[in-house]
């Protein structure tokens, strides 16, 4: 089966710039999306087809996807953008979601 | 405004069943596919099943296949999931979402499986 790996955690300085990684087989041959969850709350859409925001994400989000691994990168990462990262792909008719990255903001 | 507001969710015995209810609205439901993803405490989201606008494509995952039944009613704007078999591994928060890139999730159902 598909799998999508995720390190289980990042750590960023506020300001800074930060990329999460997503790996998976040929995985720049499917769309990838990302999802934000903070504690507590349901999930969140902040990009769609590997490089597009949804209405309300803001502009530091952004999303690229080529080879085996799709990328989330936050720019100028602010102390609200602590939360857990997921991916996911579609691989066929299955839906896979990566393990996770738990961001914090030091 | 979407909204998509689960019900249904609850304490049951192990080989219990359970149906969970998704009332949608602030959209045309009929013109999405709809999907149900859980997430067990303190762990990862996982996708449980999908389905397309008519019905006429249903899709689940493995684990899932033969005890969890998807389906809708577009007339009354609803996502159901029917489970059967119930297992303490299946203790999690349900949450219906909207399309198959999932741009709207509900609040979530917990359900509990145990004895």
């Known amino acids: 089966s598909y799998e999508l790996a995720q390190p289980p955690s990042v750590s960023v300085s506020p300001g800074q710039t930060v990329r999460i990684t997503c790996s998976g087989d040929?995985?720049?041959?499917?769309?990838a999306c990302w999802f934000q969850q903070k504690p507590g709350q349901s999930p969140v859409l902040v990009i769609y087809?590997?490089?597009k925001r949804p209405s309300g994400i803001p502009d530091r989000f952004s999303g690229s996807n080529s080879g085996n691994t799709a990328t989330l990168t936050i720019s100028g990462t602010q102390a609200m953008d602590e939360a857990d990262y997921y991916c996911?792909?579609?691989?066929?008719?299955?839906?896979?979601f990566g393990g996770g990255t738990k961001l914090t903001v030091l | 405004e979407v909204q998509l507001v689960e019900s249904g969710g609850g304490l049951v015995k192990p080989g219990g069943s359970l149906r969970l209810s998704c009332a949608a609205s602030?959209?045309?439901?009929?013109?999405?596919?709809m999907a149900w993803v859980r997430q067990a405490p303190g762990k990862g989201l996982e996708w449980v099943s999908s389905?397309?606008?008519?019905?006429?494509?249903?899709y689940y995952a493995d684990s899932m296949k033969g005890r969890f039944t998807i389906s809708r009613d577009n007339a009354k704007n609803s996502l159901f999931l029917q489970m059967i078999s119930l297992r303490a591994e299946d203790t999690a928060i349900y949450y219906c979402?909207?399309?198959?890139?999932?741009?709207?999730w509900g609040q979530g159902s917990l359900v509990t499986v145990s004895s």
């Open positions: 979402a909207r399309d198959n890139s999932f741009d709207h």
């Open positions: 602030g959209f045309s439901f009929r013109s999405y596919s």
């Open positions: 389905i397309s606008t008519s019905s006429s494509n249903i």
């Open positions: 040929k995985l720049g041959d499917k769309y």
């Open positions: 087809q590997d490089t």
């Open positions: 996911q792909a579609w691989d066929s008719t299955t839906v896979v």
